[in-house]
């Protein structure tokens, strides 16, 4: 039963990066192209953090939160959850 609660959190972590993520790029009328290429990282990838297939790495995370304007806080509530430390 821990073991779904820990995934749980895991995948609420990760829907709401790919909501925020998906809400600030559209705030600023960029593409998943304009965005990839601002972050440094495939298109692709920004389609599957933007669909929740995938964990972003905390590196990532930092580079979206600067190409926002935004804290990594603002993007991960608790990086614990994602990444078992900080």
């Known amino acids: 039963m821990y073991h779904i609660t820990i995934e749980t959190s895991k995948q609420a972590q990760i829907d709401s990066i790919s909501k925020k ?5 559209c705030e600023h009328l960029w593409t998943q192209a304009e ?3 601002q972050v440094g990282i495939g298109r692709a990838t920004v389609a599957r953090i933007e669909t929740g297939k ?3 790495r905390m590196t990532t995370i930092r ?3 600067e190409v926002f304007g935004v804290s990594t806080q603002e993007l991960v509530t608790d ?3 994602l990444w078992g430390h900080t």
Do not use: D, I, Q
């Open 21 to 25: 993520v998906r809400k600030l790029r």
């Open 35 to 37: 965005l990839a290429e």
């Open 54 to 56: 995938c964990v972003p």
């Open 63 to 65: 580079n979206l939160a």
């Open 79 to 81: 990086p614990e959850v």
